[in-house]
Every structure is written in C-alpha cells, then in structure tokens.
C-alpha cells in the first residue's frame, strides 16, 4: 500500500500567457489531496470502493496508462480542495495519484511525479496546457515558469513540448507577512475549456497575441517586485494582469465584482487560474476584512497560506 498527498495552487501572474511560452508564478496553497492505492491482487480497479469508470475517474485512468500500471489497484481519494475552482485540485489529484502509484515501487521523486502528472492532464485537458499546475503541486513552494533562464535562480527541472519547454525555477516567497484570500465564485469552470476559448482567439487575431505577451510583461516585472517583497507593486500589477485577462474575455461579472469588493482591504486583486469562473485572489494584511468583503459580494473565502510543501509520498 502506498499514499501520497499533494497542494493545490494559486497562479499569481501569467495564467494562459504561459501556455504560449510566457512567464508565470505559481505557489502552492495549504490546501491538500490525499490519494491511498492498494494492490488487489485478484480484485479490480476501484475509486473509493466503486469500479473504474473512464467519465467519472479520467485522472485515475490516464495515471494508470502514463505509469504502465496494469495490476488491479484500490484507490481512495480524500480532498480539501474545491473542484473547478482554479484552485488545482486536478492538479493535484493528478500529482497524488502518480505519486502514490510510485510509490507502490520505490521512492516517489517529485520531478518524476511531475512529468507523470503532467502527462496526464495533458490527456485529460484534450492535449493542451502548460505544466504549471502539476510542477507547483509536485515541487511545492513557489515558482516560476519560463523559457527563459533567470540568473540566479536554481532550474527544478525543465518540461518540454512540442515546440514549448518550460523550466520550473524555484523562486523566494518575499511576502511571509502577508495573507492570500481566495474567493471561490462558486461558478464551475473547466480548465480544458478555458483553454480552448484562448486558442480560438489567439487563431482569430494577432491583438490576442499581444495581450498574452503584456501578461507576460507583467509577470517579469513582477518578479523584482516580489523577491524584494514590495506589497505595494506586486498588488498594482495583480490589478494589470486582472484587466489584460479580462480583455481576453476569461473574466466573468461574478469574477469582476469580488476583485471589485476585495479591493480596499487589499494590496491588488486579480482571478486566478483559467477563469470562466473559479476563483480570484487577493494579497492582503487584512485576510479577514478581505474575506467579509468576499462573502458580501457572494463568493466563498479562503485564507490560505502560499509557498506550501509539495508532493509528499510514503509507502
Ligand atoms: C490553469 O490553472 C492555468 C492555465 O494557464 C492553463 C495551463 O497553464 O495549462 C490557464
């Protein structure tokens, strides 16, 4: 029998810019998903004692194919993070799920649960998307994704694609003092069609390349901002990415009003993830006024504590 459990996350900056190869910063939330797996020798594949169902158990399933796991195993599956919220819980059942699966034949490396999760949301998601969600639940803390190299800053591992690679560097989180609220709109939305909703655009017109390529300004200038701990920038460009994500139309009015209503008790505001709903995040000292204003304006909040340990696997 072996168990692994994995954060969700929040994506600060550069959400769907770093699908393009763009760069982004993610950190992993105190929030986990906890998957069991036990061998059944004789038995077959089950979720939760029901049996493996392709619509209902797709992460389950490409974990098995991705890791060639062909014996029949018991899963169970325990979460505490709210599911198509942007908040990673994919994410992380994906990472869960192969680290436990590792685990059941030696040591469970992050980079290794990393590359499997990956491959599996790639599947899951309709072969599109970056490996951000899966390396920040895998690595745990906080992160940037980019192409680029960043002097100074030590490369986890590198993931490529097709055309795209993305090296995952670990990056210092500058604000211990300071809170991040998140506000679940309660407004289901799927990853895969978020994604999808972009590409078309991207296709239709070279404005939308413009905009992801401000996004990734954004994030770059971020960087500086919060490695120095300046609160005060890095607020002001969540609110710049807020607006240029809106303008690629993956805001929504129930996103728009909680950042709206988060904003005076906050340093900046943005939603975080593929958006169409889900969630949005503040930075804020007063995680409590934050999380009134939220509940007020209809969302449910979270005060969560960024920079979380990754993947954690044991057998
Ligand atoms: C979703 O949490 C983040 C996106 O950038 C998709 C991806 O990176 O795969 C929207």
Not at 64 to 71: A, D, H, K, M, P
């Amino acid at each position: 029998m072996a168990s692994a459990s994995a954060p969700g996350k929040v994506i600060l900056f550069g959400e769907h810019a770093v699908v393009y190869g763009e760069p982004a910063i993610a950190t992993a939330l105190d929030l986990r998903t906890r998957v069991t797996a036990r061998l059944a020798p004789g038995g077959a594949t089950t979720v939760n004692g029901q049996p493996l169902t392709p619509a209902w158990h797709v992460h389950v399933v490409e974990a098995l194919r991705v890791l060639g796991e062909t014996r029949p195993v018991a899963f169970s599956t325990e979460s505490g993070i709210p599911s198509a919220a942007g908040m990673g819980s994919s994410a992380a059942l994906s990472v869960a799920t192969c680290g436990a699966l590792l685990a059941l034949g030696g040591p469970a490396e992050p980079e290794a649960a990393a590359r499997a999760a990956y491959d599996v949301e790639w599947s899951a998601q309709g072969g599109r998307g970056s490996p951000t969600d899966t390396s920040t639940s895998s690595h745990g803390r906080t992160l940037l994704v980019d192409a680029a190299p960043h002097a100074g800053l030590r490369v986890a591992w590198e993931i490529a694609r097709g055309e795209r690679r993305w090296r995952l560097h670990e990056l210092d989180w500058g604000l211990p003092h300071l809170s991040v609220v998140v506000g679940n709109t309660g407004v289901r939305a799927r990853t895969a069609d978020q994604v999808a909703k972009v590409a078309r655009f991207v296709g239709r017109t070279g404005f939308a390349k413009d905009v992801l390529r401000e996004i990734g300004d954004v994030a770059r200038e971020a960087l500086p901002a919060l490695r120095k701990g300046d609160a005060v920038r890095v607020g002001e460009l969540m609110e710049r990415n807020h607006r240029l994500l809106a303008i690629l139309g993956v805001s929504t009015p129930e996103l728009d009003r909680l950042v709206n209503a988060v904003r005076p008790f906050s340093f900046g505001a943005k939603l975080t993830g593929s958006g169409g709903g889900g969630s949005m995040i503040a930075l804020t000292d007063r995680p409590n006024e934050a999380a009134q204003a939220i509940r007020r304006a209809g969302g449910a909040p979270y005060v969560v504590k960024p920079d979380a340990p990754g993947v954690e696997a044991s057998a």
